[in-house]
């Protein structure tokens, strides 16, 4: 029988009866006229078994929608699992929240301000848990001397501001630019190391033990 006549055949037989059963056995006599009309034209295939098999038809294509819905949510869960912060990124993009903090000399907070080395100390805590040291001299002694063309994201740039000694730090963010708070009177802002005044007075800079 072909698809299309037990199609047709379910229809009629389900119009007749109002709703099928796999189990009828003996149907009211005008039901089983017309499933003895309908199943002399058609052939011995029966009515009620090509209803059954219908049914089993829509069931497997629903049980196959699930596992394609299952299996899409998993695949979405194992993309997400596998996504991985940038700790370099996470420390530029928290410290360019603080951009316009008042400068204040051995401020360590944003509720007090900052000076150049509690800003880096501060930012560095919070983000990496790193417990640097509190003055420019001391951060300039740890971790790993880079050269300028090598310095990622994250770097500490140092400066000479005043005299032979280290008295400066910012933090390198790419391009160029340094994430600092410059001194009295001024907030923390982003310079370029290319300025006259900031390359004139560049010292160096190093990479914390975290990104070695």
């Known amino acids: 029988m072909s698809i ?4 047709f055949a379910a229809g009629f037989f389900i119009a007749a009866v109002g ?12 039901v089983a006229c017309v499933a003895s009309v309908l199943q002399d034209y058609f052939g011995a295939t029966s009515i009620v078994d090509a209803i059954a098999v219908m049914r089993d038809d829509k069931a497997e ?9 299952d299996a899409d949510s998993a695949e979405a869960v194992a993309s997400n699992a596998v996504e991985v912060s940038d700790p370099r ?8 929240q603080f951009v316009d903090v008042r400068y204040r000399r051995g401020g ?8 150049c080395s509690g800003f880096v100390h501060y930012v560095f805590a ?7 040291p509190q003055n420019s001299m001391g951060q300039y002694q740890v971790g790993k001397q880079i050269a300028r063309t090598d310095m990622m994201t994250g770097d ?11 008295s400066h730090v910012g933090i390198y963010l790419g391009e160029g630019r340094f994430i600092h708070s410059p001194t009295t009177g001024e907030r923390v802002r982003v310079d370029n190391l290319a300025s006259q005044y900031w390359a004139r007075r560049f ?6 033990a975290t990104f070695i």
């Open 4 to 7: 299309k006549r037990v199609g």
């Open 19 to 30: 709703s099928a059963s796999a189990e009828i056995v003996t149907p009211p006599a005008p």
């Open 61 to 69: 294509v629903a049980g196959s929608d699930a596992d394609s819905r």
């Open 89 to 96: 990124q996470d420390l530029s993009d928290f410290a360019m």
């Open 108 to 115: 360590h907070a944003p509720s007090t301000g900052f000076d």
């Open 126 to 132: 919070q983000v990496l848990g790193i417990d640097l």
């Open 156 to 166: 500490l740039v140092f400066f000479k501001t005043h005299g032979k000694h280290i």
């Open 203 to 208: 010292a160096g800079a190093r990479r914390p």
